[in-house]
């Protein structure tokens, strides 16, 4: 994830170090039934909420959202040994007493040392007030309602188009006293939902094709789909069978869970404190609302279910993006009130030092985010909100795997003072996401896929190849390797034997804890960067521009990105080799939406904010971009018809199965066996190999494949075929084969010759050959 602005500012927060101990949890709290529930005959309503560090919290309830004051307001009562309030509300004395007779919203406002209780306190007073953050990193405040960490829904954003002032979630000397009730994002009491999510699919991760894709920009500009249902869940779900047909099988959405983006229609013609991605999460269990054309109490919850289902009956997994390292309340403000003035909206105004890490001089956050501070994943009650949302996710809304952003702070060995990776550390977060969410086995069946950004900002948080076994991870050093290689010849320095082993599944990556190829998800470009078109046709981020396609602030400098001379015919077949490396490598490949069809950001490389029609997906098709769809979708065919490039373990260099072929064979261009002086060269661009299909249960006997990284032509002298084969062209990414036929549909492909002959490769081109 890029560093991204949040709504109202975020960097270093203030925050001072938790000094009591926690209950380790689950057995003495039934932390899933936190939040706010109906008894079986929906007579009553029970609140539950967690604070070790409140002297005094109140839940607060309102028959709408927002523009009304409370109807009724309850004390709420601490169980001393679990450190849970509760409070039971009778559902017909809210109905016949206090007039909330549809949906329920609520919220809690909390006393606590730094802000004790005065029964003479009112809304907007600064009675009790005592500091706006205490020597134990306290920040209650009594004037900001505060979101139910276990909420199910929020009623709407913080900030909206008629709630504009953020300064009322504020703390400070200028903002403590501003009440945010009125404003305020409510939780909503839910009943039990049964829509369907369908059946869910359980295939294996190695088998997948996943589409990284935004849920708003996958349909906002598509006219086959009803106005009304554009860039919402419910549109999404009539994609299903269009995105099934081009070959994918798990779709990943950008974070759907609630976040501050309803002010992104405040000026809909700029970015100014937009955010369109939505990695500042509000609410880990609600789904977002303004992606929902059903926005009533329930229903984004509902259309959620639908669009699932959808997507399950067209076989697709659905998986989300989670942000578990830091939270929608950001970081401090600065400015003339220094390190004093945070927004308080949930977690910071309930518990502080349980819900975020804190630096051992007790006064700031410690971030390895760049977005405001680390969530605190290391304390057992925080790590329970996300096992608890996890499954709540997995279990009611129907997701099939998570992608974790920024996920090495999930692997933080300590709460305060420090930051630490330790994959061995049996406490942390990731270890206890496999032990109680347990992943997918190898060759499918139920359970979760679970795939890791493996990198932070700072320390040792930087781990491709260094997460716990039972996960999966965007492999950085693969997309580093093959980009260095098609862009940067003679500047960056990537051998024949790093290349090998990115195609083959990155052995040295996973294969020294047990993992498997299909744990390396191959990738060669994301959201938070240049398209796959744009990574071959600018040499440097356009980010300036103006709206619809900029400005976005920030952005890497360091793309490994090249125009290929500005010449365009090149451009797209170095976009074609690269859609190629991922069908063709060992691992689970990943393309981001409309890369099938050489989508454009128009080198705008940082879209966090660009909620536009630039940046939303758009679906007509030029003749250029009709070709590269159906050379995708056919690539995306091949892999998944031969199951000899999807290994479920690591290729082996012999022959199993004595058919006088070897597993995997590496090649030179002359036909020889590559060896270690050849992979070590640094002066060798061409690699070839050869996969016995015979022992995958292939439809082809081998497949050979050949890259020829070099500025020029190069002579390739084929291997061995097996016994009464010949080769077969089933692709060819040089200019001279564009068109729709680069590569070519099943039964259609070209006889090339035998052992021996020599096939002539155009520079930076990719050749691919079965044997029949």
């Known amino acids: 994830m890029s560093h991204i602005k949040y709504w109202l500012a975020a960097s270093l927060a203030a925050f001072a170090l938790w000094l009591a101990p926690q209950q380790s949890a689950r057995a003495a709290i039934d932390q899933y039934a936190l939040g706010a529930r109906y008894d079986a005959t929906k007579a009553n309503i029970t609140f539950k909420v967690y604070s070790s560090r409140a002297t005094r919290i109140e839940v607060w309830l309102y028959s709408q959202g927002a523009g009304q004051q409370e109807k009724v307001k309850y004390v709420m009562t601490k169980n001393a040994t679990t450190n849970v309030w509760t409070k039971t509300a009778s559902v017909a004395t809210l109905k016949n007493s206090y007039g909330i007779t549809g949906a329920v919203y609520y919220g809690y406002r909390a006393w606590g040392p730094n802000w004790t209780y005065n029964s003479a306190w009112t809304k907007g007073s600064a009675l009790g007030f005592v500091t706006d953050i205490d020597v134990n990193g306290n920040r209650f405040n009594p004037n900001k309602l505060l979101i139910d960490p276990y909420g199910r829904e929020l009623s709407q954003d913080p900030n909206t188009p008629t709630c504009t002032d953020g300064t009322i979630y504020a703390s400070g000397a200028l903002h403590r006293n501003k009440d945010s009730g009125a404003c305020a994002a409510k939780s909503i009491v839910l009943a039990t939902d049964i829509t369907s999510i369908g059946t869910k699919p359980t295939r294996a991760l190695k088998d997948d094709v996943i589409y990284e894709v935004h849920v708003r920009g996958l349909t906002k500009n598509d006219t086959s789909i009803p106005l009304n249902l554009r860039g919402t869940y419910a549109g999404a779900a009539l994609k299903a069978a269009h995105l099934a047909a081009v070959g994918v099988t798990a779709v990943e959405f950008l974070p759907v869970q609630e976040t501050q983006n309803d002010t992104n229609d405040v000026n809909p013609t700029t970015t100014a404190g937009d955010n369109y991605w939505g990695y500042m999460t509000l609410n880990y269990f609600s789904p977002d609302r303004r992606y929902s054309a059903d926005k009533t109490a329930g229903g984004p919850t509902r259309e959620w279910k639908a669009m699932v289902k959808a997507f399950h009956d067209a076989g697709i997994k659905v998986y989300i993006d989670v942000v578990y390292n830091h939270t929608g309340e950001g970081g401090a403000w600065g400015g003339s009130d220094g390190l004093t003035v945070y927004n308080i909206n949930s977690w910071r105004g309930l518990d502080n030092p349980t819900y975020y890490s804190l630096t051992t001089n007790y006064q700031y956050s410690w971030d390895n985010t760049g977005v405001g501070g680390n969530y605190n994943t290391r304390n057992p009650i925080a790590q329970n909100l996300i096992i608890d949302s996890l499954a709540y996710w997995r279990d009611a809304l129907g997701v099939d795997g998570f992608r974790f952003d920024l996920a090495s702070v999930l692997g933080n060995t300590c709460q305060h003072g420090c930051f630490n990776f330790d994959k061995m550390d049996s406490g942390n977060a990731l270890n206890r996401i496999v032990n109680e969410l347990p992943p997918r086995p190898g060759a499918g069946g139920s359970g979760l896929d679970l795939i890791a950004e493996p990198w932070a900002i700072g320390g040792n948080s930087y781990q491709v190849g260094g997460f716990p076994s039972g996960w999966a991870e965007w492999n950085g050093m693969y997309r580093d390797a093959m980009r260095k290689k098609q862009n940067q010849l003679g500047v960056e320095v990537v051998t024949m034997g790093t290349l090998a082993s990115r195609f083959a599944g990155s052995s040295d990556l996973y294969g020294d804890d047990g993992r498997k190829p299909w744990h390396s998800v191959n990738f060669m470009v994301a959201h938070d960067g240049f398209t796959l078109n744009d990574l071959y046709s600018y040499n440097s981020k356009q980010n300036n521009q103006a709206w619809p396609y900029g400005p976005s602030d920030g952005g890497d400098d360091n793309n490994h990105s090249w125009n290929q001379g500005g010449i365009v015919l090149d451009q797209r077949r170095a976009a074609r080799t690269g859609m190629g490396f991922m069908m063709l490598s060992g691992g689970t490949p990943m393309l981001t939406g409309g890369d099938e069809a050489l ?132 692709t060819d990414t040089a200019t001279w084969n564009e068109g729709p036929n680069t590569a070519v549909a099943p039964g259609s492909e070209a006889l090339i010759g035998g052992e021996w002959t020599v096939y002539g490769l155009q520079a930076r081109s990719l050749l691919v050959l079965i044997a029949k």
């Open 599 to 730: 989508r454009t950001q128009f080198g705008n490389n940082n879209v966090y904010n660009l909620d536009s029609p630039a940046n939303w997906l758009y679906w007509t098709r030029s003749t250029i971009e009709a070709n590269f769809e159906t050379y995708t979708r056919r690539m995306i065919a091949f892999r998944k018809a031969h199951p000899a490039l999807r290994p479920l373990n690591f290729y082996s260099s012999v022959d199993n199965n004595g058919n006088v072929m070897e597993q995997l064979r590496w090649f030179k261009p002359d036909g020889g066996v590559a060896d270690a002086a050849y992979f070590n060269s640094t002066s060798n661009h061409a690699i070839a190999w050869r996969v016995d299909g015979s022992e995958f249960g292939d439809p082809a006997s081998a497949i050979y494949v050949a890259y020829n990284g070099w500025s020029g032509d190069v002579n390739f002298t084929l291997p061995w075929p097996g016994t009464g084969k010949q080769w077969y062209r089933v």
